[in-house]
C-alpha cells in the first residue's frame, strides 16, 4: 500500500471515529482521495510531497474528464480535509488546498410534486406488493417518508424501538449521529400501526430459538434492513402505478415535497429547518426559491395582462 493510500486509510478510519461520519460520506470521500491518489501516483508524486501547483492541476484535469461542478468541488472539500488532517497529524506543515478557490456548487431548484401527485403515489403504496404484508409496509414507507420529511437512509434504518406505543412524535438519528424528533400525521400513525401489528405476528409465527430483527423494516439484505436501492427501485414502481412519472420521483423527491408543501402552507422556515435535520439554514431556503418559482408561474399563466390578446 503506498503512502497516500494509508494516509486516505487511517484518515476515513478517524472521521467513522471522531465525527461520526455517514458510511455513504466515507465511501464519497474514500473514491475521490484514491483518485486523487492515483493521479498524482501516475506522475510520480505521493500526498505527502503534492503542493498547490499539483492540486490546481488535479482539478483542472477533472474539469477536462467533464465532472461537473458540485462533484469538483466535492473533491476539492474532501482534499482540504485530508490535508488538515495530515497538518494536525503531524504528517505535514502545511495544507496546500487550503487558499484553492472551488468551482462552487451550482444552485438548482430541487425537483418537487404535486399534492396531486403525492396523494396518487401515497393511493398506490397500498395497491403494490406481492401479497398484504408488503402492501402494508410499503403504506407504512411512504405515508412516513412524506409525513416526516426524512432522508431514505434514516427511514429504511429505523429501529422498531422508534414506533412502539403509538408515537405522536419519532425520534430520528440522522447525520452524524444526531437526534430529532419529528410529528406523524393520523394516515402515518395509522398505517405504522398496521404495519407494526403485522411485524410482530411475523415474529410471533417464527420458530423458537429465532433472533428477532430489531429493524422496523428487517430484510436479508447485510445490513438487516431494507436498502436504499431496493426502496429506489420500489418508489419507481409505485410511480408507473400511480400514472406519475417514474423520472421525477425518488425519496428525495418526496423530502422536497414535505419541506415545500409546509412552506406553501405557512410553515416556519426554521421549524421546516428543524423537522430536516439541516444543520445550517442556508440549506433550507432553498424552499424559498421553489416557492417564488411557483408563484412567479403562476402570475405569468394566470394573470389577466399576461394572457395573449
Request: glycine share 6%.
Amino acid at each position: 500500500m503506498s503512502l497516500s493510500h494509508r494516509w486516505i486509510s487511517t484518515f476515513l478510519d478517524a472521521q467513522a471515529a471522531e465525527s461520526g461520519a455517514a458510511q455513504n460520506t466515507l465511501l464519497a470521500y474514500g473514491r475521490d482521495l484514491v483518485d486523487y491518489a492515483d493521479w498524482l501516483a501516475h506522475r510520480g508524486h505521493e500526498m505527502d510531497a503534492a503542493d498547490r501547483q499539483m492540486v490546481e492541476a488535479y482539478l483542472t484535469h477533472c474539469d477536462a474528464q467533464g465532472l461537473s461542478q458540485a462533484t469538483r468541488a466535492r473533491r476539492l472539500s474532501a482534499i482540504r480535509q485530508i490535508y488538515r488532517f495530515a497538518f494536525e497529524e503531524g504528517w505535514r506543515k502545511d495544507n496546500p488546498a487550503i487558499e484553492i478557490r472551488g468551482p462552487g456548487r451550482a444552485k438548482r431548484l430541487p425537483k418537487t410534486l404535486s399534492t396531486q401527485e403525492v396523494s396518487d403515489l401515497l393511493d398506490a403504496a397500498r395497491t403494490q406488493g406481492r401479497n398484504p404484508q408488503d402492501r402494508l409496509r410499503n403504506t407504512c414507507l411512504m405515508e412516513l417518508l412524506y409525513a416526516t420529511g426524512m432522508r431514505v437512509s434514516e427511514l429504511v434504518s429505523l429501529p422498531i424501538a422508534a414506533a412502539r406505543g403509538d408515537p405522536r412524535m419519532l425520534l430520528i438519528r440522522g447525520k452524524g449521529g444526531k437526534e430529532r424528533m419529528v410529528p406523524l400525521s393520523p394516515p402515518a400513525r395509522e398505517a405504522l400501526a398496521a404495519w407494526l401489528a403485522e411485524r410482530d405476528a411475523q415474529d410471533d409465527a417464527r420458530p423458537r430459538g429465532t433472533a428477532l430483527s430489531r429493524q422496523l423494516f428487517p430484510s436479508r439484505a447485510a445490513e438487516g434492513h431494507l436498502t436504499r436501492h431496493r426502496f429506489y427501485i420500489l418508489i419507481k414502481e409505485i410511480a408507473v402505478a400511480a400514472g406519475v412519472s417514474p423520472a421525477k420521483v425518488t425519496p428525495h423527491t418526496l423530502r422536497h415535497a414535505f419541506a415545500t408543501h409546509l412552506l406553501e402552507n405557512g410553515a416556519d422556515l426554521r421549524a421546516i429547518q428543524t423537522l430536516l435535520g439541516h444543520a445550517d439554514l442556508a440549506t433550507t431556503e432553498i424552499y424559498t426559491h421553489v416557492l417564488e418559482h411557483r408563484l412567479r408561474d403562476l402570475v405569468e399563466n394566470h394573470h389577466p395582462l399576461n394572457r395573449p390578446k
